[in-house]
């Protein structure tokens, strides 16, 4: 993986050291909550509702074992012993005290790490698939390309001040787990007619207050003119987009406001413009990252006690069937781990298991892991006559829980547990949920189903792309959970639809009970999904069982 | 004319740890909401909040929240300023195991 250049180190290293000044002038009161406030959001440090939250960039999902172990120590030494990994593969600190985040900061550093760009009107952290560099339906590891952006971005001069906060998201796989249609740009990596590998280039997607689906600018983009392309859609939208309101500020209504069209022209001539002033000086740079991001050598040796193991552990197998992806190497898988235990918090991991998972990668691993937008972490490169090893170690530490795109494994935002921007609380509910379908033992009858919950109207939980949507609100001084159907994240990204009227908190998770129990009456067979289902059959039957005719006379 | 007021606490987080605290009636900051003063007069909730905004350098984001007479002391009416006075929901962490 990618390793700092000198310029890199000194570059972060001075920024700790401006941001150590900036927080001891704060203390000491010669500077005020207004003039410090942009100077931590810079540096990634928020304030939430009962302390200080900072977020740690994770560039594309990628980190190596030293870095999660400094995770570990600094969750340990600064904080409450754990660390909370984000829908934007950063991993977020709950409690760390303002004089102490300087030298979190230095530790950081100390691997390579940091939380620049992690806030702000700026470009920030860039995702990729974090099946990257390892799936078998990839065309190229995306991550060279993700670390370019990352070095183009960081602190351009031109970008500092944008109308608001601007997120790149790439994949390598026409498979999209990376959400690239819900990013305010998002590439996709496409092969054209005579099989060059190129991106897909889509503008305008985003969650939030109003939910878009990216459309496609540029159907094919030469690898090669990548970098002026994307810098020309950030500058066409720099001069348009709106700095008088807020929620009419991103890229997705700069595209609505002015059609896909007009921006498509303006953006060609300015990439026409910006093209030759690259002189290739970005292809250089691509060629020496690219070196860094070389694969692992992999080794081919016999898969029997993988399937010995199989046939006699049946929580193995059980736990192979759902936490692996098909590896791109001969012999290989791609192991998920669930940090969404039955009634733990999603994106959750102690120190202790991180330290784990470091370990792990290191000996089993070819020294890789990654953070998945679904939260949970991802050893990509296992050899398969490791994994009764890997997944003894995983059971010990509380990590073997078989449930990666199951009903159980939810993607919910911090919510009111700590978010200052908050309507409602998200993590009880996903925590319920997961402990009520656990209890009925069907998860694995129930099949690939997608629940995401987001604490606000923001949707940093994903929640309009979820199968299931559930969104917490403040109905009235009371938490009030409203359901959505039929989003979907990948290349054939959809905005769920809502249902109706929202829950309150007591009756969301038997809500949500009823709707998968009602589905596994209206689907065709059991290899048709919930997302098949309700496209097939739309949304009247599952409108039927939510809000049964009995309930609406109670509520009259 | 105007609608009642809806008595008022000075809320506001620590500026060191981040924790939550409350502006009691003698100018102190109490990690306690039932210690802070109830104020149930708008013109002297607004100059409470201007002297709490002035110690910039103890608190951060002060700010009024509604909040009713207790039997100990004032208590929130809303549920995010009753999480505020206990932490998240899903660990033990914050106010209600440190009180
Ligand atoms: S969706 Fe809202 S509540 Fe959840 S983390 Fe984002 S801003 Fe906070």
Redesign the interface.
Known sequence: MYSYTDFDEAFVRERVSQFRHQVER????AL??DEFKPLRLMNGLY??????MLRVAVPYGTLNPAQMRQLAYIAERWD?GYGHFTTRQNIQF??P???DVPDILDALADVQMHAIQTSGNTIRNVTADHFAGAAADEIEDPRPVAELLRQWSTDHPEFQFLPRKFKIAVTGSPNDRAVTKAHDVGLRMVRDASGEPGYEVIVGGGLGRTPMVGKVIRDFLPKADLLPYIEAVVSVWNLLGRRDNKYKSRIKITVHENGLEKIRDLVEERFNALRPEFGGVDQTLLKEIEAQFTPPAFVSKPTDAYEAARASNAAFRSWTDTNLAAHKADGYAIVSISIKKHGA?PGDATADQMRVMADLAESYGHSELRISHEQNVILPHVHKSDLPAVYAALRDADLATANIGLVSDIIACPG???CAL?TA?S??IA?EIATRFDELKLEHDIGPLKIKISGCINACGHHHVGHIGILGL?RA???NYQITLGGDGTEDAAIGTRTGPGFPAEEIIPAIERLVLGYLDLRSSPEETFLETYRRLGMEPFKAILYPPEDKANAA | MSRRFTPKVVTA?A??????VWLTEDDRWTRTMSEAELIDDEAHAEIRLLDAQRQ??VV??AYLADARAGEDGPEP????EA??TR?????A???QVEA
Request: cysteine-free; charged content about 25%; hydrophobic content about 30%.
């Open positions: 704060r203390i000491s009161g005020t909550e304030l939430q509702l009962h302390a200080y409450k709950n409690w005290k303002l004089k918090t009111m547990d700590y908050a609380r993590i009880p925590q403040d001084g009371v938490e | 987080n500026l060191i740890e981040g924790d939550v910039a350098d951060v984001g009416t809303h549920f995010r999480f505020r932490g998240p929901s899903n660990y962490h914050g106010k």
